[in-house]
């Protein structure tokens, strides 16, 4: 069993039937993963946002050991983070300076026709977790 469908398995028992068959690709639980944060997002559910937000930071981490893995967590889900209001507000507390740093330019590509918006999360992200990253 590959990497990511044991660390899926074990943080995501309950939806395992969508990502433990071998013709599914990490991308069919990112996708789950990505409307499934929006919902616990509105309905509060911290300990599942743990999970969801846990998962992702260690896909970003496998960029040594599987650029595949790697790349499918940057533009199958937190690329889309910006998309919807209650992730957008949840990033500057969930997503992590190192990580924030290299996703960066997809905020600004996903929000390329609303500025405004990019520039405020830069400026939420710097203040709350003391960081200086430029516009």
């Given at each position: ?31 789950q993963l ?29 960029e040594r ?30 997503v992590k ?39």
């Amino acid at each position: 069993m590959s990497a990511w469908r044991k660390k899926a398995l074990e943080l995501f028992y309950d939806i395992r039937f969508t990502f433990l068959h071998g013709d599914e690709n990490i991308y069919s639980l990112i996708f789950q993963l990505r409307r499934r944060v929006i919902q616990s997002h509105k309905n509060n559910d911290i300990e599942d946002l743990d999970k969801i937000y846990s998962y992702a930071e260690w896909c970003f981490n496998q960029e040594r050991r599987s650029y595949y893995i790697w790349n499918a967590i940057c533009v199958g889900f937190y690329e889309h983070l910006v998309e919807e209001e209650a992730t957008r507000k949840a990033i500057p507390y969930r997503v992590k300076p190192y990580i924030f740093e290299q996703v960066k330019p997809l905020f600004k590509w996903i929000l390329n026709k609303n500025e405004e918006v990019y520039k405020e999360l830069i400026e939420q992200y710097n203040k709350i977790n003391n960081t200086d990253f430029e516009c």
